[in-house]
């Protein structure tokens, strides 16, 4: 029930991170992939976009060029920009972006690591830079993420 208010509100897409970090069906063992399927998770079928996208997403800490990535796929640059503005209506830079700042988002919230530590795991070569951009997508800061979790967290004892 709660999942499907969730998506009646929010979308497939929380839905599925939602799913995510809540459910599970059995313990994984240590080579066990953590997140559901690509396929699922994104709702993408195109089996070369789900190939770049597990590219990109085995690369955070360095993240890929797109020439890089187009030499791994065998498609042109132009070929994989067209292929992302229809099937995931960005452009791969602005999806690689987020991709990396999701998990940016996941570090601050779940761990103690300096936000300068968590920039460079996620394939930022300046704190100021990872700040920028972290701010233009969640329209907060990495500080101001780790303190409001913390609040919800004091609030919840």
């Known amino acids: 029930m709660m999942l499907n208010l969730i998506d009646q509100d929010f979308g497939e897409n929380l839905v599925n991170r939602v799913c995510e970090q809540a459910l599970t069906d059995r ?3 240590p080579h066990d992939r953590q997140r559901l399927p690509l396929r699922a998770r994104l709702g993408v079928q195109n089996a070369k976009v789900l190939s770049i996208i597990e590219l990109m997403e085995g690369n955070l800490s360095e993240p890929l060029s797109l020439l890089e990535i187009a030499d791994s796929a065998g498609l042109s640059r ?9 099937e995931m209506g960005r452009s791969p830079a602005r999806y690689y972006l987020e991709i990396r700042l999701d998990r940016a988002r996941h570090l601050l919230v779940q761990s103690a690591m300096p936000v300068v530590e968590v920039a460079v795991a996620c394939g930022f070569v300046s704190a100021s830079h990872f700040s920028k951009c972290y701010r233009e997508l969640y329209n907060r800061s990495p500080q101001q993420e780790r303190a409001e979790r913390k609040l919800t967290l004091q609030a919840a004892r």
């Open 27 to 29: 313990v994984r063992g």
């Open 78 to 86: 132009r070929q994989i920009e067209r292929l992302f503005r229809q």
